[in-house]
């Protein structure tokens, strides 16, 4: 496990600056994702947390170029990378950065594979358009990544379809597609949330390992804080569309300031504590084409004041910003 | 594979004896006697009672069944009242024609209507999309007569393109296909309609599958999206449909040959309703079970091909 | 609405016609194809008003007229106004196809409803019965039944509605087997109810939005088919006009006088096409994830 306070270098691995994603929803369009900004450092991992539907699988499909056409699209900001803008790539181009130099991978293994094709064709397809690998040749270099992600008797199984897998396999032999062309960054978007929890930290402790080995840098997208504490050294909390508060895992666990934040803190089981209910967050997410015109978190908010009628800017010390009228005054809190 | 084949083979005889049950059931569904209705009110008692015999309606209801699956197993399909010949001479001589009809017919409808069906839900509500999508229905409103006769004259009538009457010999590779173009054009657009409409459907379902955002996150190419990633799959519903197809191909290609005066086993129908020729009718439908056998045969040993989870499973 | 949610809720019929005619509301091509069908339903309704002439009539002087302002699609063989025949003929394609889907709609939904509802052994053997006679064209049956029985009115419904039975019991059968796994069925029984009445009144409304667009495009179906007899030569006996027979006799002349099979092979397609349309737009809005499936 990576140290939470570590020196930044100078130059981010990935920078996500402003980014807004649209949806066409009646004839509107409405932003899914709302002026979010992180920067990704060499061989950081960040965590992108919040409730199903807040905009982080959205906000990682933005980063791929994947966001479903012609009901979406990205309407403003810029995602930097190897000295490019993303956004402004042509298809062909970004095509290129797919899967080569960045890569992904996703919540549902039992489906993300596709089902005619064998596992180990999956796995060299990748090398074929990014490395002009000839057949064999990727082969065995698809080989060598199953053995990699720890898949028994790889060779033997090179050949089999992904249906005669079991779903952790399959998440194994996501990772080996994602890592074929070992990409500078990995967005991991929920990958273990569909898996046995035994299976889950296996994958969990595989994705970390590899993640070492090569040098990567990563986004996990989660909902389960408790992986987070596992896996992240930095957290992004993410509340109907917008980042809300940034910080280092620990500071984050330790001093939670945004009032979202703290109850998300507050609803995770643990065992070392005994709890007679979980406490759960009143009220529901808005939909994206009724947002609040000020705080977008203000409706569900124990702490709501009269200024939350305005949106709060994300404010605070570079290593601890936070989205919220209240809390970005005056210290943390507790 | 050879497991699956053996297997599918197996679940074949159930249906083929139950296919020609029905047949069996709707060749006795007639009240009365089949002897007195080919021969008509004035026939002698003679004349009666001896194709009674000949028909084999005298015996026992049970025995007749037992004789009529027996024969139809082992290839005696009986033989035409009209000309003594064997059902299966018959069916033999004609075979020809209705092998290059189909196959083309087939091959056609699914020339046309699979990449016609993808490029439409790749362009989906533009109109390039609507306008396949009501051609295609209008495509498959049409019966095949009324297909096969506008065909017939605009390009064997007005244009003299294509012989009026798509008999001819068969050795002559030319003359046998253009006396096949128009009749297969008439099934394979009815066809194609349909393969287009199907799909279309399932093509949008496959671009909206998981594996299918997989492929492009890892940077797969659109074409190889489309045709190595989405296609194959999509195709599982459109054998389906193909399958069921083919059953109103056989109705389809019975009124085409009729219009095209095309020998065949629609001719062969029309010949043998014409002349009352009911020992014939029989066997034809008898042809027509195993037809339909075989042809559930072959969609479910394609599905073993196309989708490596049937072959397991 | 999806066919789960659907499903999921327990409907009155006035709420299952509400749900057809709000699927109605949403379809451009629906309205197209009932615009179309209502109209020739319209003009057999006042055949005799509208005809010009007495279908039946015989005139020699004015045999195989090409369409004129007198005859306006021409005349036949017989010197009959085609007009005046296409109007009556639609009469027989009408009641053929309307009476035969609506038989096989009724008898085959109380099979599906029955079989599913029964479950077991019983559901297994009745389905593996319409699997039969579904697998067979229903051209062919239908030609074979005729062929056997006699091509009277009678016959031919009877034909065509025994080819049509079977689709529909399997489409009526499915969603009974989901609706009788719900909480609401199991109080009804709890409360003492009858299976009939659970049925007719609890299971019936939840399947009518699928039988019906079944139903339109059987009608099609129905309509194709008897047209199709008819051209063979196994449809009413002649004089009687009916649109099949009409182009059978038209085609027997066709290399000179082209408009006799021309005009009855239009109306054909016609209704079919309406129908289609109407089916089709039909099937869309209640089940969206086939939009525009086969």
Request: net charge positive; glycine share 8%; hydrophobic share 50%.
């Amino acid at each position: 496990m990576a140290t939470a306070f570590k020196v930044e270098p100078a130059e981010p691995v990935l920078s996500v600056q402003g980014l807004t994603t649209s949806f066409r929803v009646s004839g509107d369009w409405h932003a899914a994702v709302r002026d979010v900004s992180f920067d990704l450092a060499h061989n950081e991992t960040l965590a992108l947390v919040g409730e199903s539907g807040c905009g982080k699988s959205m906000t990682a499909l933005s980063i791929m170029g994947l966001v479903p056409k012609p009901a979406g699209r990205i309407t403003a900001g810029r995602i930097m990378f190897e000295g490019s803008d993303l956004v402004s790539l042509d298809r062909e181009a970004m095509r290129r950065i797919r899967g080569n130099r960045i890569s992904m991978i996703f919540q549902e293994p039992m489906t993300s594979l596709n089902p005619v094709l064998t596992v180990g064709f999956q796995v060299a397809e990748a090398l074929r358009y990014h490395r002009a690998m000839g057949g064999a040749e990727a082969d065995r270099a698809a080989l060598d990544l199953l053995e990699q992600v720890k898949i028994p008797s790889a060779a033997r199984r090179f050949k089999d379809y992904p249906h005669q897998f079991s779903g952790g396999m399959r998440q194994r032999v996501m990772i080996a597609i994602a890592l074929a062309c070992r990409p500078q960054v990995l967005l991991a978007d929920e990958p273990t949330t569909a898996l046995d929890v035994t299976i889950q930290a296996e994958v969990l402790a595989l994705l970390a390992e590899l993640k070492q080995a090569y040098g990567m840098s990563m986004v996990f997208i989660t909902h389960n804080l408790g992986v987070v504490a596992a896996i992240a050294d930095r957290v992004a909390v993410m509340y109907a569309g917008e980042i809300v508060e940034v910080a280092a895992v620990r500071e984050l666990f330790r001093r939670p300031r945004h009032p979202y934040t703290e109850l998300l803190l507050r609803s995770i089981p643990r065992v070392d504590r005994h709890v007679s209910h979980l406490e759960t967050i009143e009220g529901q997410v808005p939909s994206i084409a009724a947002m609040p015109a000020g705080c977008r978190f203000a409706p569900r908010c124990p702490l709501r004041e009269a200024r939350c009628d305005a949106p709060p800017p994300l404010a605070g010390a570079a290593h601890h910003v936070v989205r919220c009228w209240v809390r970005s005054e005056g210290g943390g809190h507790g | 594979m050879i497991r699956y084949i053996v297997k599918r083979l197996v679940f074949a005889i159930p249906t083929l004896l139950a296919v020609l049950t029905l047949v069996f059931v709707l060749v006795r569904i007639v009240p009365g006697d089949p002897a007195q209705t080919i021969l008509g009110d004035q026939a002698s008692q003679e004349a009666l009672q001896a194709l009674r015999q000949r028909l084999g309606v005298d015996k026992p209801i049970f025995d007749q069944y037992v004789d009529f699956i027996k024969g139809a197993l082992v290839g005696n399909w009986g033989e035409s009242l009209v000309t003594g010949r064997p059902v299966l001479a018959e069916v033999w001589a004609v075979l020809p024609y209705t092998v290059d009809l189909t196959v083309a017919a087939i091959l056609l409808g699914a020339l046309i209507g699979i990449p016609l069906g993808t490029w439409s839900a790749l362009h989906r509500n533009e109109a390039i999309d609507y306008a396949t999508r009501v051609i295609s229905l209008l495509g498959l409103s049409f019966p095949a007569f009324v297909s096969g006769i506008l065909l017939l004259l605009a390009f064997a009538i007005e244009l003299r393109w294509f012989p009026v009457i798509s008999a001819g010999k068969l050795d002559d590779p030319v003359e046998r296909l253009r006396n096949l173009t128009l009749p297969a054009i008439n099934l394979g657009i009815i066809m194609a309609a349909y393969v287009t409409r199907v799909t279309r459907s399932s093509m949008l379902e496959v671009l909206g599958e998981d594996y299918i955002r997989t492929a492009r996150a890892k940077g797969v190419p659109d074409r190889a999206v489309i045709w190595r990633h989405s296609l194959r799959n999509a195709l599982i519903p459109v054998v389906t449909v193909v399958g069921l197809y083919l059953g109103i191909l056989i109705g389809n290609s019975v009124l085409t040959e009729i219009v095209f005066n095309r020998p065949g086993l629609g001719k062969l129908i029309v010949g043998a309703l014409n002349q009352r020729d009911y020992t014939m009718l029989q066997g034809l439908m008898v042809v027509y079970a195993f037809l339909i056998v075989a042809v559930n045969l072959i969609t479910d040993l394609t599905y073993g091909f196309i989708d490596p989870r049937v072959k397991h499973g | 609405m999806s066919r789960a949610a659907a499903i999921g809720r327990r409907r009155g019929f006035s709420h299952a016609l509400g749900e057809l005619l709000r699927a109605f509301n949403t379809n451009v091509t629906s309205w197209i194809g009932l615009g179309i069908f209502l109209t020739i339903v319209l003009l057999a309704i006042l055949a005799p008003v509208l005809a010009p002439y007495d279908p039946l009539e015989q005139n020699i002087v004015a045999r195989l007229k090409g369409p004129s302002e007198q005859f306006w699609f021409g005349t036949d063989v017989y010197g009959r106004d085609i007009l005046s025949r296409l109007l009556y003929g639609a009469r027989v394609s009408l009641i053929i196809g309307t009476t035969a889907t609506l038989i096989a709609m009724v008898v085959g939904s109380a099979i599906g409803i029955l079989s599913g509802y029964v479950g077991g052994r019983v559901d297994l053997a009745i389905m593996q019965l319409m699997d039969v006679l579904m697998s067979f064209p229903t051209l062919i049956m239908g030609l074979m039944i005729v062929a056997v029985l006699g091509a009277s009115m009678g016959n031919l419904i009877f034909a065509i509605a025994l080819t049509a039975i079977a689709p529909f019991a399997r489409i009526a059968r499915a969603p009974t087997i989901a609706i009788k796994q719900r909480d609401y069925i199991e109080a009804c029984r709890a409360l003492g109810y009858s299976d009939l009445r659970i049925m007719a009144v609890h299971i019936l409304p939840n399947v009518m939005a699928e039988i019906m667009v079944m139903g339109s495009l059987w009608l099609a179906t129905s309509i194709r088919v008897e047209a199709s007899l008819s051209f063979i030569g196994l449809g009413l006996k002649p004089p009687t006009p009916s649109w099949g027979g009409m182009v059978r006799e038209g085609f027997e002349v066709i290399l000179d006088n082209a408009w006799l099979s021309i005009f009855p092979s239009l109306a054909i397609l016609l209704i079919i096409f309406a129908l289609n349309m109407l089916g089709d737009g039909l099937r869309d809005a209640v089940d969206p994830k086939l939009r525009g499936g086969e």
